[in-house]
């Protein structure tokens, strides 16, 4: 069956660099949520989209923005890239979520 | 916000042993996850739970709704197991998806 597609699966970014993560959800599934794993670190909720609009926003520094497409498909772009940043960044979709979500593996970016 | 705790926060175990991973939150939810993380990050879906238990191969999953509790059972446990496994809420309400436990890691050894 298909999965939550992530792209790159791995970055390394230069400081002040910019980077873009990409994240294909699985057919039929409308909402998707982004979230950023530092080392060693739970997960922390970035930002969520649902039908193509932003349908909620969490702790997303300014320096990143992102937006779901017609095909679902949702883009995290990072600007201004800090030390900070590098953690693992995984998205997570779902149609209804009563059943569930489905998790993509991560695109792990760092920054050097 | 829904607090998320896990315990133990490490556990080290022989092969075979009967493993118990416990999760509690504090306000009420529609959902509990149990994740399993493998070094390199990709997170596997193990349960859903709003009620009950579940079973699959040698996994089990309880919730207990009044106590706002779960636990995640490892029988028969192999090294294959070891992994960070991971406590999940969806509180229903809003569009932020789950709440993440800090996660156990597991090691199971030979």
């Known amino acids: 069956a298909a999965g939550v597609i992530q792209s790159p699966r791995h970055l390394i970014k230069e400081k002040r660099e910019t980077a873009t993560l990409k994240c294909y959800p699985i057919?039929?599934?409308?909402?998707v949520y982004w979230y950023q794993q530092g080392p060693g670190q739970d997960p922390q909720f970035l930002i969520s989209f649902y039908e193509k609009m932003q349908s909620d926003k969490g702790s997303i520094p300014d320096r990143f923005s992102a937006q779901q497409f017609s095909d679902y498909h949702s883009e995290l772009n990072m600007s201004s890239l800090e030390l900070g940043d590098s953690a693992l960044y995984f998205c997570?979709?779902?149609?209804?979520?009563?059943?569930?979500?489905?998790f993509g593996s991560g695109t792990r970016l760092t920054v050097v | 916000k829904n607090e998320v705790e896990q315990s133990p926060q490490n556990l080290t175990a022989q092969e075979g042993e009967f493993i118990t991973i416990n999760c509690s939150y504090s306000v009420g939810i529609s959902a509990l996850h149990w994740l399993q993380q493998h070094p390199g990050g990709g997170i596997v879906s193990l349960f859903m739970l709003s009620s009950g238990k579940k079973k699959h191969g040698r996994l089990i999953a309880t919730i207990n709704i009044q106590e706002k509790h779960s636990s995640l059972h490892i029988t028969a446990s192999h090294p294959r197991d070891s992994a960070v496994y991971i406590c999940?809420?969806?509180?229903?309400?809003?569009?932020?998806?789950?709440?993440f436990g800090k996660g156990t890691h597991l090691i199971i050894q030979p």
């Open positions: 057919p039929r599934h409308d909402t």
């Open positions: 997570a979709s779902s149609g209804d979520r009563h059943y569930g979500y489905t």
């Open positions: 999940a809420v969806d509180s229903g309400g809003g569009a932020d998806g789950l709440t």
